[in-house]
């Protein structure tokens, strides 16, 4: 519940647009969505090495991480799931004002929380990926051995399990991590960036 009284704006002394002039490219979040295991974090961290090697200024959030701390006060019900979209959404726009290319790795299993995202960020400052892969393949890739957990019954409302995945109706983009491999992924990633000339292409 917002609470925002007697509280006034102070405008920036420096604005996002100085910030990103001196950057010399554009800032933007880069929301990827998916099942436990679908790759998120690969891929956004993969993502994060080829931007940084072209000197882009980004910065990678991922769920396990932010969980340890800014959000170690959420567990994984609807409610709780909704207020770590949201506050991710708005970490993501201060990054965005810092000038940063943020990549965001957060399962974001409702349409609803991740649309208020686009809304806090704006459309044009927010693209939606999805992380596509089959839960048998993620079950199958078990990482963390959470799937295993989940199927007898350790782990209450795992996603895909007992708890939903609402697919993206109309991503900006979307990777196959099944079919593809993750160096598939990330050139292709990069390449949709390069062709909406939201980073440059290589010289
Ligand atoms: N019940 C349940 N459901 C789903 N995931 C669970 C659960 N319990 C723990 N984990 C671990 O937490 C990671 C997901 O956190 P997120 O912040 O991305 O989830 S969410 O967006 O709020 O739904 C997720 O990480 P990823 O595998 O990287 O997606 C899991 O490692
Ligand atoms: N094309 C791909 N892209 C990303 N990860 C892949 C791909 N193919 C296989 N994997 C594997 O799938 C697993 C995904 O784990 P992770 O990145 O932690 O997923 P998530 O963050 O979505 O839970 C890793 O073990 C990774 O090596």
Request: proline share 3%; hydrophobic share 30%.
């Amino acid at each position: 519940m917002s609470q925002i009284q007697n509280i006034t704006w102070h405008q920036a002394a420096v604005s996002k647009e100085d910030r990103r002039t001196q950057n010399a490219h554009h800032s933007f979040v880069i929301w990827l969505t998916g099942l436990s295991g679908s790759g998120k974090s690969t891929l956004a961290n993969e993502v994060a090495k080829e931007l940084f090697r072209r000197q882009v200024k980004n910065y990678v959030l991922d769920g396990d991480n932010i969980r340890h701390g800014l959000n170690n006060d959420l567990g994984f019900s609807d409610e709780d799931r909704k207020e770590n979209i949201r506050r991710i959404g708005e970490v993501s726009k201060l990054f965005v004002d810092s000038g940063t290319v943020v990549l965001t790795a957060f399962i974001s299993p409702f349409k609803e929380d991740r649309d208020q995202a686009r809304q806090i960020l704006g459309s044009d400052e927010f693209l939606e990926i999805f992380v596509k892969c089959p839960l048998e393949e993620c079950e199958n890739r078990d990482p963390k051995g959470l799937y295993q957990k989940a199927r007898k019954g350790e782990i209450k409302a795992f996603t895909g399990i007992d708890s939903p995945y609402e697919e993206p109706e109309s991503p900006e983009f979307t990777v196959d991590t099944k079919s593809s491999t993750i160096e598939e992924c990330t050139a292709e990633v990069i390449s949709f960036l390069e062709s909406k000339n939201l980073i440059k292409r290589k010289e």
